[in-house]
T-cell receptor, first 113, second 113 residues
């Protein structure tokens, strides 16, 4: 089973629209993080939400966490063409004792100008 | 803003040869990581390093791999005898603590021919 699976796998929207990406995970966690990756580049940390938090905001980003459903969502409001990238959720894995992050498969977001 | 620096950006090597990938983590970070991403696939955890020793490793990180912090600034990943399937982007990351976001380098694209 996979820790950290995003859906949808791909999302195409128009500039100005909101983009919502979801992540599900399998084990208990300390925190869940979202990263962004432009094609062929390194990952950029966007936001971290701890297991005792339910919602967090950072600029145009809003992250929610539901530990009872083992799921998280990332909302990007008022999207821009520059938001085009792949977005990954990542978690530690309390049940296995893994502290290093395990990444999901990612959502490829295309924002059409 | 502090960066994680990786060199080289691209390395081509013959199958069976040894390669060393180099990273300079952020100076006040304590945890260092290597991840890899085969083209079109997930970002996979290889190893984490803390206090001059490996703290965690994945099943991918077998005897062909080793890591070292030879001085106060560099963090290296050595692949002893490269295989074709080792071709991937290798990312180095660092964090001040395991419960913080990671800062990733831009990666080294390793091509084994």
């Amino acid at each position: 089973s996979q820790q950290g699976e995003e859906d949808p796998q791909a999302l195409s929207i128009q500039e100005g629209e909101n983009a919502t990406m979801n992540c599900s995970y399998k084990t208990s966690i300390n925190n869940l993080q979202w990263y962004r990756q432009n094609s062929g580049r390194g990952l950029v940390h966007l936001i971290l939400i701890r297991s005792n938090e339910r919602e967090k905001h950072s600029g145009r980003l809003r992250v929610t966490l539901d530990t009872s459903k083992k799921s998280s969502s990332l909302l990007i409001t008022a999207s821009r063409a520059a938001d085009t990238a792949s977005y990954f959720c990542a978690t530690d894995e309390l049940d296995t004792g893994r502290r290093a992050l395990t990444f999901g498969s990612g959502t490829r977001l295309q924002v059409q100008p | 803003e502090p960066e994680v620096t990786q060199t080289p950006s691209h390395q081509v090597t013959q199958m069976g040869q040894e390669v060393i990938l180099r990273c300079v983590p952020i100076s006040n970070h304590l945890y260092f990581y290597w991840y890899r991403q085969i083209l079109g696939q997930k970002v996979e955890f290889l190893v984490s390093f803390y206090n001059n020793e490996i703290s965690e490793k994945s099943e991918i990180f077998d005897d062909q791999f080793s890591v070292e912090r030879p001085d106060g600034s560099n963090f290296t990943l050595k692949i002893r005898s490269t295989k074709l399937e080792d071709s991937a982007m290798y990312f180095c990351a660092s964090s001040p603590d395991q419960s913080y976001g990671y800062t990733f380098g831009s990666g080294t694209r390793l091509t084994v021919v």
